[in-house]
């Protein structure tokens, strides 16, 4: 291999079209386009007038077969991600895909195993939050401790504005057999992931999703759901896509100290200079007085500090794209995992599965009745061929 | 009766003692202490020595009898104000019930049924912060339509924080027999009365409550609730004793704009200039884009108010003690009738209810299952009769 990876990209359009730019315009030094596969001619057309010289295919398989590539990213619907990312790892091809990692963690799971088989390639997914210094900074933090173990997190999402034009713009979007889902599948898994990257992965979820609630979809464009870790932690999420003046607040509540994080910005990190129970412990009414009337020193009690970031949004995915491209060239660890994907998966398929039975759901729900729900929905909808 | 309606005060507690200074020090114009009730000698030397002249009672149904007062406020454990309430009604003397009104729906139906009986009497219940004026704006501007029908709201109310020497200084303090329930039933009712009277009562709540989570108690030091306004309107509450840097943000959105407060001081109100559905209908991908990266001109699309306010804690009291006054005086209209208690306490009885059985329920719930799970509670407990 030489020393940049040659990738190819299935998929020419908003996605894929970022990351050819970026890539043609030496955003990420280590990575060059190998080829193109879109299914659409005017795609073709357009990667053949835009990358001169670069091979551009209809199939993507034949692309796989090419030679002309060491890589993937698989910018097309969330349904073709397994299947394009086992192709690709089958015939020694290392693997990108973009999130989600798929719509049910049926099919997630066979990639992973499958990925599992080959140790000796890259398999990544974009999560492309996981580059930004501000989410990077927050898991240190609290891996590190220094706020103590988590009681509760809220995090309400809901700069994710989609117009109805946008929904309009492509058939297979916010159908259930084409995209598998909303905002829940589409927008939020960067926070599903980022959530449970820095949060931990919950035991079990209660939610309630409206439907075409105030956009007309058959899927969702609104949710709440309530999440416990088990040992009385909790936390609760709220996305939508509806929300012209967008909410992104995401507040972690530790045994030592809190994080609060304002449009994915400013993080107010709180820490208390003993375990929180220790302070309440030797305190009483008095110092609930004085602490609401402002008499309480609290530097006697805790520090503040405020950390600003201000990351750009294309250089999180150019990173991602670079750090995949180091690990297939030196072995540089993965920011995002391709198995790190069934996570986001599995937590957006609990809130539908717990929204369609009206009960909490455990993360360990069963696959199958998901799936036969989930084709319900499809057949329903008619548009789509149910999945296996 | 005399210009000034003479208050029976029972209870010379925190509460009490705090009106008995607000009136003697002439806050509430229109009010006098006409007798003071405490179980407690102590407490009865003490309202002696700092209030001459005025009558002091062990036995508030004497004091009722008294002839020294036209109206009582009832600053006891939250299972009493019921009864209270109802007996000073009997004997024609106005009643202003301490927050929350009762400890479960059942004896505060009954309040609510008796005082219906009387009314020509006054009935309130102390709702301070519906005299804050940030709060009395929010009910304008929602009744208004300013921002629309309401799609969303949540509340993550935290600011109660309260050391383990606050639990341990009342033996009846978070206990099932003696004061029925934690945060839901001391702290958060000011809440829960704001958030129905500001976005409406919901049709059915799921909650997960942490039941002596970070302190050593019986009863709930957290909460968490997801409620259900029927046609996909939903909302959360989040509220806690034990977080030292509280949060105190409530967001509403609507059909036409959003309104955030912060720290109960800081509205932002956010409307626009069409329903949003109006504004998404006519816009599409390439306006998220724009959006994304600050090309919108939002001006074209909404106006932005930010209000500030500066509410004095004692001067909410104070104004609902006076407000009652008026309304016994002139029939001035009460900012909180009494009738209006049973909202916050349906909703607490929902949520506690809705954790003991794991599963949604309906504000429409079972009084007496819910009595019965609460009788269950307070015979483990066993340190408090039963209740009827």
Chains 1, 2 share one sequence.
Not at 357 to 364: F, M, R, T
Request: aromatic share 10%.
């Amino acid at each position: 291999m030489s020393t940049k990876v040659r990738i190819g990209i299935i998929g020419l359009g908003q996605q894929g079209g970022m990351y050819a730019k970026f890539i043609a315009e030496g955003m990420v030094p280590n990575m060059v386009i190998g080829a193109i596969t879109d299914t659409d001619p005017a795609k073709r057309e357009l990667a053949a007038a835009t990358y001169p010289g670069v091979p551009v295919y209809a199939d993507y398989l034949a692309m796989l077969d090419g030679g002309e590539i060491d890589a993937v990213v698989t910018c097309v619907p969330h349904y073709l991600h397994p299947e394009m990312g086992i192709a690709a790892l089958s015939r020694d091809i290392h693997a990108l895909v973009e999130k989600p990692a798929g719509v049910y963690t049926k099919q997630v799971a066979e990639l992973n195993r499958y990925a599992a088989t080959k140790p000796e390639l890259s398999f990544g997914i974009m999560f492309n939050q996981r580059n930004n210094p501000l989410y990077k900074r927050l898991k240190e933090i609290v891996e590190n401790g220094e706020i103590g173990a988590i009681r509760r997190s809220n995090w309400v999402i809901t700069t994710w504005w989609r117009p109805q034009g946008y929904y309009n713009s492509s058939a297979w979007r916010a159908t259930w057999g084409g995209e598998g889902g909303g905002v829940l599948v589409n927008q939020a898994p960067h926070q599903l992931d980022l959530w449970q990257w820095i949060c931990g992965v919950p035991k079990s979820v209660y939610a309630k999703v409206s439907y075409g609630f105030r956009r007309d979809i058959a899927v969702e464009d609104e949710v709440t759901a309530v999440v416990d870790y088990g040992n009385g932690v909790t936390g609760t999420f709220v996305t939508a896509t509806h929300d012209m003046i967008g909410t992104d607040r995401f507040e972690i509540l530790g045994d030592q100290g809190k994080i609060v994080v304002e449009g994915s910005k400013t993080a107010t990190v709180t820490r208390l200079r003993k375990p929180e129970r220790e302070l309440s412990d030797s305190m009483g009414m008095e110092d609930v007085m004085r602490l609401f009337t402002g008499q309480l020193n609290m530097d006697d009690y805790l520090t503040t500090e405020v950390i600003e970031f201000d990351s750009v949004w294309g250089a999180q995915h150019a990173g991602v794209l670079e750090n995949f491209a180091a690990n297939v060239l030196d072995g540089t660890p993965l920011l995002a995992p391709g198995s790190d994907g069934i996570n986001g998966v599995r937590l957006a398929n609990a809130i539908h599965l717990s929204s369609w039975k009206g009960q909490e759901v455990g993360l360990d729900f069963d696959e199958d009745e998901f799936l036969s729900l989930l084709n319900d929905h499809i057949r329903t909808e008619g548009k789509y061929p149910e999945r296996a």
